[in-house]
């Protein structure tokens, strides 16, 4: 049995067809209203005109902020606008992050929001994954890292004023990791992904101290 993942696209950005595109709204986001055709599956032939809405974003990065010393790491809460029919809250516990500004790469962008947003130094950063969010009405790109932090005093409210940021800063043990991947306010994906990783690095962690112990 192989592990090698093999996979090909069928089609590319050649198999898709833009026959108009109109700005029907320009602020924080950029909507833009799309007709267009593209080659489908059964026959390759390019099927019927469809009409799509598509939300336009900068680029995004996130960062789940550790200390190793202290088996800590944090997280932030903040109002969302986007989790006002939210079951619970529309506060949500999140991962550090932000846009990346023009002139920016995503780790320059961490770096500043880590202190704007934690008041945290971030170092030792890794980037995860880079992915689409909702490739169903966004081009959204969101840039995943891991990074780490001395997290002694760790804590407060952070977040730029005339931005509207009013930021709590959490800090969490390692050993509440179970606890919050059960919890029902893990709602936020990028949370969720990140949280997911932590939880199997820190458990080969676990079993790399195991097996040189076993050697030794």
Not at 48 to 63: D, F, K, M, N, P
Not at 168 to 193: E, R, T
């Amino acid at each position: 049995m192989t592990n090698i993942f093999s996979y090909q696209p069928q089609f590319d950005h050649g198999d898709v067809e833009v026959l108009d595109r109109q700005q029907c709204y320009r602020g924080f986001v950029h909507v833009e209203k799309l007709k267009i055709r593209h080659r489908l599956f059964a026959n390759q032939d390019f099927g019927s005109v469809i009409h799509r809405e598509l939300v336009r974003r900068r680029e995004a990065a996130g960062v789940l902020v550790h200390d190793p010393h202290l088996q800590k790491f944090l997280l932030i809460e903040q109002f969302r606008a986007g989790a006002l029919n939210s079951e619970r809250t529309p506060w949500q516990l999140e991962i550090i992050a932000g846009l990346i500004d023009d002139g920016e790469d995503a780790e320059t962008c961490l770096k500043r929001e880590a202190l704007e947003e934690a008041n945290c130094q971030i170092e030792n950063l890794k980037q995860l994954y880079r992915y689409h969010p909702s490739t169903g009405a966004s081009d959204e790109i969101y840039n995943l890292y891991v990074a780490t932090a001395d997290l002694t005093h760790a804590g407060g409210v952070h977040g730029e004023v005339q931005e509207g940021e009013d930021i709590k800063v959490h800090v969490f043990d390692y050993a509440q990791l179970d606890g919050l991947m059960q919890s029902p306010y893990l709602s936020n994906a990028s949370l969720i992904i990140a949280i997911q990783w932590f939880q199997l690095y820190l458990h080969q962690q676990q079993s790399k101290k195991q097996l040189m112990g076993e050697v030794q």
